[in-house]
């Protein structure tokens, strides 16, 4: 069992920035891929960065060149840090890894994007 808790999100204004992290409970946390996604109001859970273990990263087109996903396989966090933020980007922002065809959720944080 994986426990994921994310913090971090908040109220900001557009153009601004923010990182969000994520803490793991997993023994061999290395050995899990790990992503964050979003959900907007009436809209489905899209994938915005994912990070592999492999070390390879992919992320959804409209956050590319904003967004950056990072981990700390020692301190089993994940990050994501965010810049140029738009309107669009507020969402329910959730953290996910997944080893073995088993996928844990954490319980999301709410980012705001406003002036």
């Known amino acids: 069992q994986v426990q994921l808790v994310e913090s971090g999100g908040g109220l900001v204004q557009p153009g601004g920035s923010l990182t969000l992290s994520c803490a793991a409970s997993?023994?061999?946390?290395?050995?899990?891929?790990v992503g964050w996604y979003r959900q907007a109001p009436g809209k489905q859970r899209e994938l915005v960065a994912r990070?592999?273990?492999?070390?390879?990263?992919n992320y959804a087109d409209s956050v590319k060149g904003r967004f950056t996903i990072s981990r700390d396989n020692g301190k089993k966090t994940i990050l994501l840090q965010m810049s140029s933020l738009k309107p669009d980007d507020t969402a329910v922002y959730y953290c996910q890894a997944d080893r073995g065809g088993l996928v844990y959720w954490g319980q999301g944080t709410q980012v705001t994007v406003s002036s």
């Open positions: 997993a023994s061999s946390f290395s050995l899990y891929n």
């Open positions: 990070f592999t273990t492999r070390g390879t990263t």
